[in-house]
T-cell receptor, first 110, second 115 residues
Framework: GEDVEQSLFLSVREGDSSVINCTYT??????LYWYKQEPGAGLQLLTYIFSNMDMKQDQRLTVLLNKKDKHLSLRIADTQTGDSAIYFC??????????FGGGTRVLVKP | DVKVTQSSRYLVKRTGEKVFLECVQDMDHENMFWYRQDPGLGLRLIYFSYDVKMKEKGDIPEGYSVSREKKERFSLILESASTNQTSMYLCASTSPGRGYNSPLHFGNGTRLTVT
């Protein structure tokens, strides 16, 4: 079955770059997503990458995909206090069913 | 903007009660989902629906049922609530066929406590 894993916690200083890592097991994944969850809120889509790409950049966000190793990362440049949240990676294989990782809590220190 | 609305932010229920969690979306999405979120476990899919009156079991359907009588509304039902169903419940919707990217749009969640 599918399995998506992330580290639980990341602490970073304001202005530094954050890198959140994710590994997955389903080689038939078509799309991989990063969602952000702020306290008391639902999940908000941040960015996504198609499985035949290896990089996607969107303003401060850079997604890297190593399909061979089934490794996905999200880099946030110039991390701000508003970036403190839980970040989930998710993979989509067949249909519209997503499998989520356990979430990485990012704490940005001033 | 897509809006997914969950009727309650917080609920407290007693063991054995029947509980209804309601979710409404306003974008005419065909697909709707119920997840539960627990610390360290991420989001786990309970049930989903591809169309009115259609439902499919997710990864953890035991103890739950769902109802999709209208396209915009997807209800999660706990027939007899138990303390291990204390969790955050998230509803999501999406529409297939919108090109290659059909992300899930989430509601703000319902935090259910069963005592």
């Amino acid at each position: 079955g599918e399995d998506v894993e992330q580290s639980l916690f990341l602490s970073v200083r304001e202005g530094d770059s954050s890198v959140i890592n994710c590994t997955y097991t389903d080689s038939s994944s078509t799309y991989l997503y990063w969602y952000k969850q702020e306290p008391g809120a639902g999940l908000q889509l941040l960015t996504y990458i198609f499985s035949n790409m290896d990089m996607k950049q969107d303003q401060r966000l850079t997604v890297l995909l190593n399909k061979k190793d089934k490794h996905l990362s999200l880099r946030i440049a110039d991390t701000q206090t508003g970036d403190s949240a839980i970040y989930f990676c998710a993979e989509k294989a067949a249909g519209n069913k997503l499998t989520f990782g356990g979430g990485t809590r990012v704490l940005v220190k001033p | 903007d897509v809006k997914v609305t969950q009727s309650s932010r917080y609920l407290v229920k007693r063991t054995g009660e029947k509980v209804f969690l309601e979710c409404v979306q306003d974008m005419d999405h065909e697909n709707m989902f119920w997840y539960r979120q627990d610390p360290g476990l991420g989001l786990r899919l309970i049930y989903f629906s591809y169309d009115v009156k259609m439902k499919e079991k997710g990864d953890i359907p035991e103890g739950y049922s769902v109802s999709r009588e209208k396209k915009e509304r997807f209800s999660l039902i706990l027939e007899s609530a138990s303390t291990n169903q204390t969790s955050m419940y998230l509803c999501a919707s999406t529409s297939p066929g919108r090109g290659y990217n059909s992300p899930l749009h989430f509601g703000n969640g319902t935090r259910l406590t069963v005592t």
